[in-house]
């Protein structure tokens, strides 16, 4: 048998080999140095925002002009300002305007502002409004049913006519009076007859004054002798 080597040579020379391959090793790591790994980035995505609706066309930011008014005309507190706008009313024959100035005629107590609301409706070419002027030609206040009584005996209807005509045989004198007066203005034909028959009943001077007056302007050939 051959003889072993030392049991420290042996040693040595394993430790020996280890280092250099520990050295390789090293080595190689170095010249291929490993890349790092890299944490994802997130990106924030973007804020949702609400688009501003665009800008409303011009046609609809304001309303018509009537209907301006007639809520102006209901939100009115003084009678000044409902006179002037049941003034400024166009003739219509949309009943909305006619059912505004009746609701002036129901809810206000001044006489000046419903004398107002019945010129107002003679303006308005519905059968509501010649409804009420019917109803208002007998009204109690004398400004009032004048007013109504005026409207229907110029109107070119003839059954707007026959309401005055009638009106004159009230049991009302005041009635009777404003009814004739406004026949005389509007100079018919049965205004004259009219004023005849009424004239022995007047006994106020202011009256009578302006009774001759109307009938003077109503330019009736019969009223010379007179």
């Known amino acids: ?6 049991f420290g040579a042996v040693f040595w020379q394993a430790w020996a080999g280890a280092a250099a391959l520990a050295v390789l090793v090293s080595g190689s790591r170095l010249s291929h140095p490993s890349k790092a790994v890299e944490a994802p980035v997130r990106v924030a995505a973007p804020k949702r925002t609400t688009p501003e609706p665009p800008p409303p066309e011009w046609s609809t930011l304001a309303p018509p002009a009537e209907a301006s008014v007639l809520t102006r005309l209901a939100a009115a507190e003084t009678s000044g300002e409902r006179c002037n706008l049941l003034g400024s ?3 219509s024959d949309d009943p909305q305007y006619t059912y505004a100035i009746t609701a002036v005629l129901e809810h206000s107590q001044l006489v000046s502002v419903r004398v107002c609301a ?3 409706l003679g ?3 519905t059968e509501a409004a010649r409804s009420w002027l019917v109803d208002l030609a007998d009204d109690q206040e004398p400004a009032v049913h004048a007013a109504a009584l005026d409207i229907l005996a110029a109107s070119d209807v003839v059954e707007n006519q026959s309401v005055v005509v009638e009106a004159t045989h009230r049991d ?3 009635v009777r009076v404003s009814a004739v007066s406004a026949l005389l203005k509007a100079g018919r034909e049965q205004a004259f007859a009219a004023f005849a028959a009424v004239l022995p ?3 106020d001077a202011a009256t009578l004054s302006s009774l001759i007056t109307a009938l003077g302007q109503s330019h009736d050939a019969r009223a010379l002798p007179i």
Do not use: H, K, N
């Open 1 to 6: 048998m051959g003889e072993r080597a030392p």
């Open 89 to 91: 009313l166009d003739a």
């Open 118 to 120: 019945t010129q107002a």
């Open 123 to 125: 303006q308005q070419r």
């Open 172 to 174: 009302d004198p005041d």
């Open 201 to 203: 009943s007047v006994e």
